[in-house]
Nanobody
Framework: QVHLVESGGGLVRPGGSLRLSCAASGPGFRIAIMHWYRQTPGKQREWVATITSQHTTSYEGAVEGRFTISRDDAQNTMYLQMNGLKPEDTAVYYC?????????WGQGTQVTVSS
């Protein structure tokens, strides 16, 4: 069974930076496709970024150029470096692991961008 734990959220001013982490336990991290999603109250969870097992990355348009997804397979951890944060980035951020046909979610970490 895969267990994911996000950390690194918090309150930051517009233009600031945060680094989120997603620590994975259980088998399969090295072959997993890892993702970040985010959700605000009353809205559907939306995709933010993906990194494959070959470290190929992709981003949602609104975050491309500001956010960087990465992974450390030796530490079973994925990261999201967020720079140039905007109030509209405020959300609960979730990591997801896709291993073959199985999907696993973390519990989320709150990011608030406000002056």
């Amino acid at each position: 069974q895969v267990h994911l734990v996000e950390s690194g959220g918090g309150l930051v001013r517009p233009g600031g930076s945060l680094r989120l982490s997603c620590a994975a336990s259980g088998p399969g991290f090295r072959i997993a496709i890892m993702h970040w999603y985010r959700q605000t109250p009353g809205k559907q969870r939306e995709w933010v970024a993906t990194i494959t097992s070959q470290h190929t990355t992709s981003y949602e348009g609104a975050v491309e150029g500001r956010f960087t997804i990465s992974r450390d397979d030796a530490q079973n951890t994925m990261y999201l470096q967020m720079n140039g944060l905007k109030p509209e980035d405020t959300a609960v951020y979730y990591c997801k692991s896709s291993i073959l046909r199985d999907q696993y979610w973390g519990q989320g970490t709150q990011v608030t961008v406000s002056s």
